[in-house]
C-alpha cells in the first residue's frame, strides 16, 4: 500500500548548520507531497507542499523538491535555528490533494545554540 | 485564521469509563473534519473522517462502536471513546477543512491516559 518513509530522528544540529531529513514514498498513483512541523506542545502545519514532479515546495527557508525517478521529497535548510526545532513529518495525499493524509513516521529535530 | 481548538488538551480516567474529546473549527466552516491517533514517536493514523450532516467514513480497523465520532455542525465534532481500557491511552488529534480538497488545518491534540 502508499506509505511514506523519513530518516530516524533525532537529528541533532548547531545553529546555522545545514540541514536535510530524508523523505521517500511509496504510492500507486501520483501523489500530492507535503511537510508539516509540528512544534512542542502544538498541532501540525503545513509547511510546504508540491503536486507533481519537479515542483519545488519552499517556505521560512525550508525547500523539498518533488522527485519522481527517485520516489523522494527530502527537506532542506541552508541554516538551521533554535527555533526549528520541533517535529517534522513527510506525508503524501491523493483525491485533490489534501484529503486522506499519509504520515511518515517523524523526524524530531533539536537545535542547540 | 483557520484555528482549530480541541478540548480537553489532557485527560486522565479509569478503565471502563467513556470520554469525549470536542474538535472545534473556530474561525471557519468545517465541511469535513478528520481524527488521527498518534503512538508514541510514531506517525499519525487517520482513524475516520466525518462530514458534517453524515456518518463517519473509518480506516479498516478501526472499530466504530469504541470510536463514536459526531459531526454535527460545521464548526463541532465529537470523538467518544467509549468503555476506554489502558490499551486506548494515546494522543488524538483533530484536522478540519472547508471542503474536502482544501488544506487541513490541525488541533493541538488531546493526550489520553486510561488508568
Known amino acids: 500500500g502508499d506509505s511514506v518513509t523519513q530518516m530516524e530522528g533525532p537529528v541533532t544540529l548547531s545553529e546555522e548548520a545545514f540541514l536535510t531529513i530524508n523523505c521517500t514514498y511509496t504510492?500507486?498513483?501520483?501523489?500530492?507531497l507535503f511537510w508539516y512541523v509540528q512544534y512542542p506542545g502544538e498541532g501540525l502545519q503545513l509547511l510546504l507542499k508540491?503536486?507533481?514532479?519537479?515542483d519545488k515546495g519552499s517556505n521560512k527557508g525550508f525547500e523539498a523538491t518533488y522527485r519522481k525517478e527517485t520516489t523522494s521529497f527530502h527537506l532542506e535548510k541552508g541554516s538551521v535555528q533554535v527555533s526549528d526545532s520541533a517535529v517534522y513529518f513527510c506525508?503524501?495525499?491523493?483525491?485533490?490533494?489534501?484529503?486522506?493524509?499519509?504520515f511518515g513516521a517523524g523526524t524530531r529535530l533539536a537545535v542547540h545554540p | 485564521g483557520a484555528v482549530v481548538s480541541q478540548h480537553p488538551s489532557w485527560v486522565i480516567c479509569k478503565s471502563g469509563t467513556s470520554v469525549k474529546i470536542e474538535c472545534r473549527s473556530l474561525?471557519?466552516?468545517?465541511?469535513?473534519m478528520f481524527w488521527y491517533r498518534q503512538f508514541p514517536k510514531q506517525s499519525l493514523m487517520l482513524m475516520a473522517t466525518?462530514?458534517?450532516?453524515?456518518?463517519?467514513?473509518?480506516e479498516q480497523g478501526v472499530e466504530k462502536d469504541k470510536f463514536l465520532i459526531n459531526h454535527a455542525s460545521l464548526t463541532l465534532s465529537t470523538l467518544t471513546v467509549t468503555s476506554a481500557h489502558p490499551e486506548d491511552s494515546s494522543f488524538y488529534i483533530c484536522?478540519?477543512?472547508?471542503?474536502?480538497?482544501?488544506?487541513?488545518?490541525f488541533g493541538d491534540g488531546t493526550r489520553l491516559s486510561i488508568l
Open positions: 484536522s478540519a477543512s472547508q471542503v474536502s480538497n482544501q488544506p487541513q488545518h
Open positions: 504510492a500507486t498513483g501520483y501523489p500530492s
Open positions: 508540491a503536486t507533481k514532479a519537479d
Open positions: 506525508a503524501l495525499s491523493f483525491s485533490g490533494g489534501y484529503n486522506k493524509l499519509i
Open positions: 474561525d471557519f466552516q468545517a465541511t469535513t
Open positions: 466525518s462530514n458534517e450532516g453524515s456518518k463517519a467514513t473509518y
